[in-house]
């Protein structure tokens, strides 16, 4: 009996083309390098801010997710959600999943 194909796989597999069908990999790439770059930015912004020091005691919290930048229409940012690039955290945010290994692209 020949074994029975991961359903889950096949899935992800469809999802994964659909997904390709619709956006160019280019436009995919530079809308996470984008989301990547801001998301930088805003951690940069918030630990420099007053407050954030080693005497202040208050300790340094990391910004991990916010709203995709507008340049890309949401459909981009749930197409990368779909890859499994970025992960929705809820209310429009979005946060980066790390890739084993280093990111893919």
């Not at 991961?6 to 995919?28: C, K, N, R």
């Not at 912004?45 to 229409?73: C, E, V």
Request: proline residues 7%.
């Amino acid at each position: 009996e020949p074994e029975a194909a991961d359903p889950a796989a096949a899935s992800a597999a469809a999802a994964d083309a659909a997904v390709h069908a619709q956006f160019d990999e280019a436009l995919l790439q530079d809308a996470l390098r984008l989301f990547r770059k801001r998301l930088k930015l805003n951690q940069l912004d918030a630990d420099s801010k007053l407050g954030h020091g080693p005497m202040s005691g208050t300790g340094q919290h990391r910004i991990q997710s916010m709203q995709p930048p507008r340049d890309h229409p949401i459909a981009v940012w749930e197409a990368l959600a779909r890859l499994g690039k970025l992960r929705r955290e809820g209310d429009g945010f979005y946060s980066i999943v790390e890739q084993p290994g280093g990111a893919q692209w």
